[in-house]
């Protein structure tokens, strides 16, 4: 998928949190947003998923302008900071979830999931809880939970800020090995 911003601003009161950014990413570039805490790059990122509807500029996926499509219709998978997990649902539950409101058949679901949890290496912890997990286990559901969406664009937040030095490590390589894969 291309995106094109063009001169995006987003205002929270009189706070400018995004300020007219203008950008290109190309089909298949890994792009990465870097600057201090508080520039911004959540914000941008939520508006690109469609979390946040711009004051002002616009975004384009492949030509098409997508500033008022809400973020089911934009076939994005995102991974928040704070990984979103429900913590009353298992593992399976949770990468399952988008896909249980997309109401795919119970054969392809399973398919999907089992295949999403193989990708990030949590095979065999399906029935475990968020809080039985280490950060970095709770990152790569959050991802698996994206992934098995099939989505054309995949928006990471902060994706190593609260992993460990080790698991930083790991999991920076399977996000390069899932591009490549992807």
């Not at 709770?138 to 054309?152: D, G, H, K, W, Y």
Request: proline letters at 5%; one cysteine or more; charged letters at 20%.
């Amino acid at each position: 998928m291309q995106i094109r911003i063009s001169d995006l601003t987003k205002r929270f009161g009189t706070l400018e949190a995004v300020s007219h950014v203008s950008l290109q990413i190309g089909e298949g570039e890994l792009f990465t947003l870097l600057g201090p805490s508080g520039c911004g790059k959540s914000t941008l990122l939520r508006l690109i998923g469609g979390f946040y509807v711009p004051d002002t500029g616009e975004i384009y996926f492949n030509g098409r302008l997508v500033n008022l499509i809400p973020p089911y219709q934009r076939n994005i998978g995102m991974v928040f900071q704070n990984y979103a997990l429900w913590p009353h649902m298992t593992v399976w539950q949770n990468v399952a979830y988008g896909l249980r409101i997309k109401r795919l058949p119970a054969q392809e679901l399973q398919q999907r999931v089992s295949e999403g949890l193989r990708k990030v290496n949590l095979t065999g912890l399906e029935e475990r809880y968020p809080g039985q997990l280490s950060g970095g286990q709770q990152q790569r559901v959050a991802l698996a939970r994206a992934l098995v969406l099939n989505p054309e664009l995949l928006l990471l937040d902060e994706p190593l800020s609260n992993l460990d030095a080790k698991i930083r490590v790991a999991v920076r390589s399977e996000i390069r090995k899932l591009q490549k894969e992807l």
